[in-house]
């Protein structure tokens, strides 16, 4: 175990069931043995198409759900043989954000109140007084004057209520925050105010966040680490500093190849790939990709490919790497 570990899943996966219309249940793996480790400091980006299950792995890693296999660990130590004490402890130390600030916010409550309730209750023994005061503070460092304190959500622009969400995940100083699409649900330029605000915010705080996001440029902007998963598996994973050094996984090409590039007057190349993602309740045999990839082999439609990490810590799950 890493003495930076600030948070590992090892060998996670999840089970979830729906109903077919003729009532019938079906389990599917939305997370397949995942192997996932954030370090102290960093800003790791988890990247992937929608559905792919980076909510899911974010959900277990705040534990807000369970996982069916593995283990979740904060700080180095394992969620399920914690004291109820230490996990009071360390709970108000992991901290989300989440992209539908809307449905995140109490509609009744005041912005005030939103930051007054996580802070008194982990924190019990302060007076209102101080805590006002920190109140204040966490709203100052989120770029909103005390004129907010008052105001309810529906009264917040949709930058202003992320603002607020962020505040509130800051108020219990938090080491760890986990943002799942922070800034999709936001206009350009309001997005790039956030993105610019969550850089200062982790250089001034010291923070480690894991942020989740199905946008490239968010992507490169952000992140030292990038994971890329595909149908509830990680594929391929690198240091943002070797973006344009390795050949990627085929399916990471896709994702770099269908991203616009607005000074380019060509269109993105999309015709080397076929089709969609196949349903995780249909898992293809051998790799998961290998019938949209434009490099697969007879041996990828048989064979799980194995996970190869090289010495330049990039790590890919790839026959043809
Ligand atoms: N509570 C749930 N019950 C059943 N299926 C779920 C549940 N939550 C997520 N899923 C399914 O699990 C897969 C992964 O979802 P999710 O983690 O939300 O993906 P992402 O965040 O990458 O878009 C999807 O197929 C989704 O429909
Ligand atoms: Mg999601």
Same mark, same amino acid.
């Given at each position: ?13 999840k089970?979830?069931?729906?109903? @077919? ?10 997370l397949?043995?995942?192997? &996932?480790l954030l ?16 909510? @899911? ?28 004490e230490r ?18 916010l109490?509609?009744r ?13 982990? &924190? ?31 009264q ?15 108020i219990t ?21 956030i993105?610019?605000?969550?850089k ?7 923070l480690?966040y894991?942020l989740?996001?199905h946008?490239?440029s ?25 973006f ?15 991203y616009?590039d607005?000074?380019?007057?060509k ?21 998961? &990709? ?21 010495e ?10």
């Amino acid at each position: 175990m890493s003495v930076n570990s600030v948070a590992e899943l090892r060998g996670v996966s999840k089970i979830y069931s729906v109903k @077919t219309f003729l009532l019938k249940k079906l389990s599917f793996y939305a997370l397949v043995d995942i192997d &996932f480790l954030l370090c102290k400091g960093e800003v790791s980006v988890l990247l992937g198409e929608s559905g792919c299950g980076k909510s @899911t792995l974010a959900r277990i890693l705040l534990d807000i759900e369970k996982p069916d296999k593995g283990e979740v660990f904060w700080f180095g130590e394992a969620l399920a043989q914690m004291s109820k004490e230490r996990y009071k402890r360390l709970r108000p130390k992991v901290q989300a954000v989440f992209q539908d600030s809307f449905a995140s916010l109490n509609p009744r409550f005041s912005v005030k109140e939103t930051l007054l309730e996580p802070y008194l209750i982990n &924190f019990k023994d302060i007076s209102k007084k101080e805590a006002l005061e920190k109140v204040r503070l966490e709203l100052r460092k989120v770029g909103l004057s005390d004129s907010y304190l008052e105001r309810y959500p529906h009264q917040l622009s949709g930058g202003e209520r992320q603002r607020v969400a962020l505040a509130r995940a800051l108020i219990t100083n938090p080491q760890l925050l986990v943002l799942d699409e922070p800034t999709s649900a936001l206009d350009m330029t309001i997005q790039s105010q956030i993105l610019e605000l969550l850089k200062r915010l982790r250089e001034e705080e010291g923070l480690t966040y894991l942020l989740i996001t199905h946008s490239l440029s968010t992507a490169l902007e952000m992140a030292d680490t990038i994971t890329v998963m595909y149908l509830g598996r990680i594929v391929e994973r690198f240091p943002r500093k070797l973006f344009r050094v390795v050949n990627h996984h085929p399916y990471t090409w896709l994702l770099i190849n269908s991203y616009p590039d607005p000074f380019s007057s060509k269109p993105p190349e999309l015709g080397t790939f076929k089709g969609e993602p196949p349903s995780p309740l249909n898992r293809p045999s051998g790799c998961e &990709f290998y019938q949209r990839c434009p490099e697969a082999l007879s041996q990828c439609a048989k064979e799980l490919p194995p996970t190869k990490i090289f010495e330049n810590q990039w790590l890919v799950v790839c026959h043809r790497r």
